[in-house]
């Protein structure tokens, strides 16, 4: 999204710098950061558009770059001496507010406007307060914070380091911060007028201090909720110290990987495992192509990113003749002892072209031939069955594809048992059924189990499947369509076009979720047919259209796009009268929200899962390769890459 769509004309005074700071925090920390802002006694109302803003990104878990502006604009409407912003009109800059604080705190000397400079000044100048106002209890606390004695030298002297900014900034954070000792002094009249003439001079000096002498003629016991709805500073402080510890947290971070990325660069290549074969053994079919290899390999141990396989279970152990029958060359060295060979199987073996025998070939390092082998069928089957090389290959890819196909199919439940939606469970218990029955069925075949009744069954779950996908497609088109022509029928502001469009929105992801789902059983089915003979041309036909469907929802005029262009547009006409541009920004932004919190986690499962497909696929017609560990001449551990 641009930075144009994300301000949509509210100006935040060039303090865009808060939301780079704000940017990928966690969801808690900002949610304080606004009830901080929004909660104070006697806070100046807010409009209803922000506390529902507020509210939706705190539960899609989502504040984007508008939502954070909005926090900032109501900051700088709120923030520091209200009574003083009352003259200023729209707002004050996050320097003005910082300035702000520091004359409610009573600093006295030079002040460097560099906001980072401004903020230290605001840390230390708490320190000093709490410090002369605090009892030898508090003091005891700060300087415990600080890891120092308990002595004003010494805290004075933690606080020039990072360590003791930091541990400061967190204190003030903390729940044991006694806030209330640096509001005591507070003089309506005084902060009004201070505040004001930094930016209206005499004129403005005169009006702040008349609202705040106005004000301080109240009755005591409206004093306090005027002191904090006014002067405001019992909510802006506590916001200025969040904010500066964040800035001192990102900038620790960013030190922390900077080091990091400079320690990759340095050991880049240090640790590389090379794998290489110096020479292998080949079995040709009679097309000449490679059915059978195997190689040494130059490593100490499998990769931590290998998948281990069952050794029992794919059977390898009946290759092991085969391996200890290779011409010497390429088998050289002790029989005993450990070592690693690469395996690749691709296919079952047959005769050679003249259809005498199969043929063997030892390769060097530099791929030449350097000895061949004739095998003869009778003297093969002494070695090892033809067969068992194919029937290896398939268990082994069988065992690596089951974890995949049953992860998948765990994904799909999870993913069902989330729609609620009672006009939906007709479809979402017809996925359910085809999950379950592909859960009960993929040991089976891709354990070889091949049988009729399978197959049709899994002809006959295509059929129901695609009706309910067919329906799901109308459905998505319509909330498109409905999308992209809706009206505003509010009246007074935009929450009732706001909530439509978060209406269709949520309507909208939660048909493309169960899109999702219906496509990735059509998927896992597919990939178990793969598995029965004599449905390659069904299975690639099939193959096109799930690919056709996926592009239908993430190409370039995809479904996606497409209803997000739709609310997009309708953004755009977001104003009335009734509704400041603060409440107008919050508006757009809770709109926006709900089509980020959930619909970019949608595309990019949608993406990963075909992506996964296609691997799947890809694999099931292509080599398998094996990495095998060798221990006294039998097979003791086997991987794939």
Not at 74 to 84: I, V
């Amino acid at each position: 999204m641009s930075k144009a769509e994300h301000t949509d004309g509210l100006n935040i005074l060039k303090d865009h710098f808060l939301v780079e700071r704000l940017r990928g925090l966690p969801v808690s920390t900002i949610k304080e950061l606004w009830d901080t802002l929004l909660g104070g006694t006697g806070r100046v109302a807010t409009g209803s558009a922000v506390r529902a803003m507020v509210e939706t990104a705190t539960k899609r878990e989502l504040f984007t770059d508008g939502a954070l502006e909005v926090f900032v604009a109501e900051l700088q409407h709120y923030g520091g001496n209200a009574a003083a912003n009352l003259v200023r009109g729209a707002g004050v800059s996050y320097a003005e507010i910082l300035n702000d604080t520091l004359d409610h705190l009573r600093f006295v000397g030079k002040r460097d406007q560099q906001v980072e400079l401004l903020e230290l000044a605001v840390l230390r100048r708490q320190a000093e307060m709490l410090w002369d106002l605090g009892t030898p209890e508090l003091q005891a606390k700060i300087a415990n914070a600080l890891e120092t004695q308990a002595s004003w030298n010494a805290v004075s002297d933690a606080l020039t380091t990072d360590e003791g900014l930091m541990a400061l900034a967190s204190f003030l954070c903390g729940a044991e911060y006694p806030s209330d000792l640096l509001h005591a002094h507070s003089n309506l009249a005084e902060d009004g007028a201070s505040a004001a003439v930094s930016r209206f001079g005499a004129l403005g000096m005169l009006a702040g201090k008349a609202i705040g002498k106005t004000a301080s003629g109240l009755a005591p016991n409206l004093m306090g909720k005027v002191v904090s709805t006014v002067s405001s500073h019992r909510i802006t402080l506590p916001c200025v110290n969040q904010l500066i510890r964040i800035r001192l947290i990102n900038e620790r971070v960013s030190d922390a990987v900077a080091i990091v990325q400079a320690e990759k660069r340095e050991s880049a290549g240090s640790n590389v495992t090379h794998l290489h074969s110096p020479g292998s053994f080949v079995i040709k079919d009679q097309a000449g192509q490679d059915t059978f290899s195997m190689s040494d390999l130059s490593i100490h141990e499998l990769p931590t990113s290998a998948k281990r396989l069952d050794v029992e279970k794919v059977g390898i152990s009946r290759l092991s003749p085969l391996l200890q029958a290779a011409p010497t060359a390429a088998l050289a060295n002790e029989v005993s002892g450990e070592r690693f060979m690469k395996v690749v199987v691709n296919g079952p073996l047959t005769l050679a072209k003249d259809g005498n025998g199969f043929r063997g070939f030892v390769q060097g390092t530099d791929g030449k031939i350097t000895e061949h082998v004739r095998l003869f069928d009778g003297d093969l089957s002494k070695v090892v069955n033809a067969a068992a090389v194919f029937n290896v290959a398939s268990m082994a890819l069988a065992q690596k594809h089951l974890a995949d196909i049953s992860a998948r199919l765990d994904d799909i439940q999870q993913g069902v048992d989330q729609i609620s939606t009672f006009q939906k469970r007709q479809r979402q218990a017809e996925i359910v059924s085809a999950t379950q029955y592909l859960r009960q069925i993929a040991d089976s075949v891709m354990a070889g189990e091949i049988r009729d009744v399978f197959e049709k069954q899994l002809e006959s779950m295509e059929l129901s499947l695609l009706g309910v996908q067919n329906h799901l497609h109308a459905d998505i088109e319509g909330l498109i369509a409905e999308a992209s022509s809706a009206k505003d029928d509010g009246k007074f502001g935009m929450t009732v076009f706001r909530d439509k469009l978060t209406g269709l929105q949520g309507d909208f992801d939660e048909v493309v979720h169960l899109w999702k789902l219906c496509v990735a059983a059509r998927m896992m089915a597919c990939r178990l047919l793969c598995n029965f003979p004599e449905t390659r041309h069904s299975v690639e036909g099939r193959e096109k259209r799930i690919r056709e469907n996926v592009a239908w929802m993430l190409g370039p005029k995809g479904a996606i796009d497409r209803m997000r262009d739709s609310v997009g547009r309708q953004l755009s006409k977001f104003s009335a009268w009734g509704d400041s541009r603060i409440e107008l920004q919050a508006s757009r932004e809770t709109v926006r929200i709900a089509q980020q919190a959930r619909l970019p986690a949608l595309e990019h499962q949608t993406e990963v899962m075909a992506e996964e497909f296609e691997r799947l696929m890809h694999e099931s017609r292509s080599p398998l390769e094996l990495m095998l560990v060798i221990r006294n001449g039998r097979v003791a551990e086997m991987a794939t890459s």
